[in-house]
C-alpha cells in the first residue's frame, strides 16, 4: 500500500509562518510530480504549487512570493514553506504525488489533508 502522510499544519498568526511536509511510504520505486492543493471553507479545492521530480515548480498566483515549494526525493518527502501568512490562507492543505509502485503500476496517490488556520 502507497500513501501519503502530511504534517506542519496547525494554528498560528498573521505574519508567521509554517511548513508542511508530505512523506511518502509504502512499495515505491519512483514518485513523479508532486503538488499541494488547499480548501478553504465553502470553497473548492484549489491548485496551488506543483513540482516536478527535477525540481521545476509552478505556483497559482495565490502562492507567488510567499510561499515555496520543495522536495527530497531520497526521502520521498515533499514541502511546503509558508511565509507571511494571512487570515485568507486558511485551510485544508493536501498534497498529491504521481507515484510508480513496483506492486501496483502508477497511481495518482492523495494525503488526508493537514489544517491551517490563520488569526488575524
Known amino acids: 500500500q502507497v500513501q501519503l502522510v502530511e504534517s506542519g499544519g496547525g494554528w498560528v498568526q498573521a505574519g508567521g509562518s509554517l511548513r508542511l511536509s508530505c512523506a511518502a511510504s509504502?512499495?515505491?520505486?519512483?514518485?513523479?510530480?508532486m503538488g499541494w492543493y488547499r480548501q478553504a471553507p465553502g470553497k473548492q479545492r484549489e491548485l496551488f504549487a506543483t513540482i516536478t521530480r527535477g525540481g521545476s515548480t509552478n505556483y497559482a498566483d495565490s502562492a507567488k512570493g510567499r510561499f515555496t515549494i520543495s522536495r527530497d526525493n531520497a526521502k520521498n518527502t515533499g514541502y511546503l514553506q509558508m511565509n507571511s501568512l494571512e487570515p485568507g490562507d486558511t485551510a485544508v492543505y493536501y498534497c498529491?504525488?504521481?507515484?510508480?509502485?513496483?506492486?501496483?503500476?502508477?497511481?495518482?496517490?492523495w494525503g488526508q489533508g493537514t489544517l491551517v488556520t490563520v488569526s488575524s
Open positions: 509504502g512499495s515505491i520505486f519512483s514518485i513523479n510530480a
Open positions: 498529491n504525488a504521481d507515484i510508480y509502485s513496483d506492486r501496483v503500476g502508477y497511481l495518482r496517490v
